[in-house]
């Protein structure tokens, strides 16, 4: 099969697509066809530095967690899956690899039926920002209706999942981001949207009930001043200070912060939310955000882009399984 592979870390470059061998699944694992997978935030910092793959070299050669795809095959002992089933999913830092034309897994990783409602580039992209979002707004932000919720990053992937999940749970969203996707935010459903170019939403006088933060740009005391009197200030890149801080803040009343480690969760966590999540695609009440696609022997150019900070929402990388190395 074609994948993607590198085998030292440095830039974009050292992605190369090569001829490997098709995995076989074990008796508790399903064999999926990749029909798309997406490039996220951090898969260039993977690829570029040693540390979460490794440190010498790559521990694992093909990078990716997210992909949408179909069963070609089960272990005997699957009972949740068969073959022809169309599914979606994360594979989580242990196991990487859906840079590839097919993927083992197991049958309790974290793995949905595809709603019929989406394409396979919609829902290798929504599983991105959604693990992501709904933890930390639903479980540690406890999110309420008729909150005051400022997204800050509001047109990342997931920045765009986190204002339509905000409004799904009744919340007053103001959305952060840049002049150019103030109208793609709006039409997400945010009440409000605020240009960072044009104005610091930390000095314009107005206090939120949640401040999440998706792209790690403020900090807690930046924010303070900002959060209602029983404000929580949440943060998908949490610095030193931020880990002390959340720890103080729970000893404390009043203004709080809060971080979840939403890659280390449970597998079995992750397919309930992916569950939850088919719900609200099926009603139309949350939907994809696709910036750009890119074949899958393109993976360094959208490397390239995804590395200069400035998509909107996902980009997808598509998997053509007759087109030639």
């Known amino acids: ?26 008796d508790n694992e399903v064999l999926i066809r990749i029909v798309a997978t997406t490039v ?59 840079y590839a034309e097919y993927i083992c897994m197991p049958e309790e990783a974290a793995l ?19 693990l992501t979002a709904l ?24 920045g765009t999942i986190a204002v339509q999940f905000a409004k799904y749970f009744g919340a007053d969203v103001t959305g952060v981001c840049s002049t150019t996707n103030l109208e793609m935010v709006k039409s997400l459903g945010a ?28 900090s807690f005391s930046g924010c303070k001043g900002s959060l209602t009197e029983n404000g929580i200030y949440l943060t998908t890149v949490p610095s030193p200070a931020t880990m002390i801080q959340m720890l103080w803040t729970s000893m404390t009343g009043g203004k709080k912060v809060g971080i979840a480690a939403t890659g280390l969760r449970p597998s079995n966590e992750k397919t309930k939310e992916l569950i939850f999540l088919n719900g609200l695609i099926e009603t139309g009440k949350i939907k994809a955000v696709i910036d750009r696609s890119y074949p899958l022997e393109q993976i360094a150019e959208a490397h390239k882009y995804v590395e200069a900070g400035h998509k909107k929402g996902n980009v997808v990388i598509t998997i053509d399984h007759n087109a030639k190395i």
């Open 1 to 26: 099969m074609k994948a993607i592979v590198y085998t030292k870390f440095g830039s974009p470059d050292v992605l190369e697509m090569k001829e490997v061998a098709k995995p076989t699944p074990k």
């Open 40 to 98: 996220a935030a951090e898969d260039p910092g993977i690829r570029a530095r040693p540390g979460l793959n490794g440190f010498l070299k790559p521990k694992k050669p093909i990078l990716g967690f997210y992909l949408a795809g179909e069963v070609e095959a089960v272990g005997k002992d699957v009972k949740r899956f068969k073959k022809s089933d169309k599914v979606y999913g994360n594979t989580g830092l242990g196991l990487l690899g859906t």
């Open 112 to 130: 949905a039926m595809k709603p019929a409602n989406i394409t396979y580039e919609e829902a290798a992209a929504l599983p991105n920002g959604a």
């Open 135 to 158: 933890p930390f707004l639903r479980d540690k932000g406890k999110i309420k209706s008729g909150q005051k919720v400022l997204i800050n990053g509001a047109s990342g992937a997931v």
């Open 191 to 218: 009440d409000k949207v605020i240009d960072y170019t044009q104005e610091d939403f930390t000095k314009n006088g107005q206090t939120y009930d949640i401040i999440f933060d998706t792209v790690g740009k403020s």
